[in-house]
């Protein structure tokens, strides 16, 4: 089944990092952007940034410039996205989705989800 | 950034109705926009890409419309699993930027 799986929830203090990881599964990264997708408890879809997984190249939204990193190792199909200096506001639901072109770069797979608790 | 909306932020159905849900852009979007589902603890699922094509395997009585910046998401009779939360989003530049959400719930 074509999936992508992502890495257990994670309690971290403020100030801490977090790596969330995002292995496809029954396909291969190929041309597609992956894209991070954030939701805090409650509230809405908030679009963090994208990893091309040929080139390694990246972006990311304007709030996460500076504290978020966006990685992958196409040896593992595996996509990470790492989030420094952690603040209580950073606690949600963090997403991997990929972008497919073939629909009009919709995000037709998601992840499960990777529930981020940032707590002292 | 293109800014997203919603309306209404709240939609009370029942099993049957017809529900109709909006998004606008604040620029021109063409036909850049997909429509997801989501239900409480779950990722968000496709529904409509490409403003008005449906996701395979997605039932037929959800339906996309319009371009530019104006859109509607049309459910023709509601099901009781169409119970959820709808967001669209737009696909055409970065940042990627989602419209804030409707939930459709029991009236």
């Known amino acids: 089944q074509v999936q992508l799986e992502q890495s257990g929830a994670e309690v971290k203090k403020p100030g801490a990092s977090v790596k969330v990881s995002c292995k496809a599964s029954?396909?291969?990264?190929?041309?597609?952007?992956l894209h991070w997708v954030r939701q805090a408890p409650g509230q809405g879809l908030e679009w963090m940034g994208w990893?091309?997984?040929?080139?390694?190249?990246?972006g990311s939204a304007q709030k996460f410039q500076g504290r978020v990193t966006m990685t992958r190792d196409t040896s593992i199909n595996t996509a990470y996205m790492e989030l420094s200096r952690l603040r209580s506001d950073d606690t949600g639901v963090y997403f991997c989705?990929?972008?497919?072109?073939?629909?009009?770069?919709?995000?037709?797979?998601w992840g499960q989800g990777t529930m981020v608790t940032v707590s002292s | 950034d293109i800014q997203m909306t919603q309306s209404p932020s709240s939609v009370p159905a029942s099993v049957g109705d017809r529900v109709t849900i909006t998004c606008r852009a604040s620029?021109?979007?063409?036909?850049?926009l997909a429509w997801y589902q989501q239900k409480p603890g779950t990722a968000p699922k496709l529904l409509i890409y490409a403003a008005s094509s449906l996701q395979s395997g997605v039932p037929s009585r959800f339906s996309g419309s319009g371009s530019g910046t104006t859109f509607t998401l049309t459910i023709s009779s509601l099901q009781p699993e169409d119970f959820a939360t709808y967001f669209c989003q737009q696909t055409q530049s970065f940042p990627r930027t989602f419209g804030p959400g409707t939930k459709v719930h029991l009236k």
């Open positions: 620029q021109g979007l063409s036909s850049w």
């Open positions: 990893i091309d997984p040929n080139t390694g190249d990246t």
């Open positions: 029954e396909f291969t990264f190929n041309g597609d952007y």
């Open positions: 989705a990929r972008e497919s072109s073939g629909h009009y770069d919709a995000f037709d797979i």
